[in-house]
C-alpha cells in the first residue's frame, strides 16, 4: 500500500503543477493575471483555434487525473488499517 500511496502523491505533485501551468497559458476573457502576462495585448479573432481547443482539452485530462489521485489518497487514508 505505500507503493501506491507514493505513486498517487507524485502524481498528484506532478499533475498540480502542469495543471497551474495550462490554466496560466488559457487566453483570458479581459482583466487579471493573463493581462500581466501580455494575454491582454493580443487580439480577438472570435472563435477559438484548433490550439485553444486542443489547450482546453489538455486541462480537462490532467484535471481529471489530479482529481483521480485526490480520490485515491482519500480513499487509502480512509481504508488503511
Not at 43 to 69: H, I, P, Q
Request: no cysteine; proline share 0%.
Amino acid at each position: 500500500m505505500d507503493a501506491v500511496r507514493i505513486v498517487l502523491q507524485v502524481l498528484l505533485v506532478l499533475s498540480s503543477l502542469i495543471l497551474t501551468l495550462f490554466i496560466l497559458l488559457h487566453k483570458g476573457k479581459g482583466g487579471g493575471l493573463s493581462d500581466m502576462f501580455g494575454g491582454g495585448m493580443s487580439t480577438s479573432l472570435g472563435g477559438s483555434s484548433v490550439a485553444e481547443r486542443n489547450l482546453d482539452r489538455f486541462t480537462v485530462a490532467v484535471a481529471v487525473v489530479w482529481a483521480t489521485a485526490i480520490i485515491g489518497l482519500g480513499l487509502l487514508a480512509r481504508f488503511q488499517s
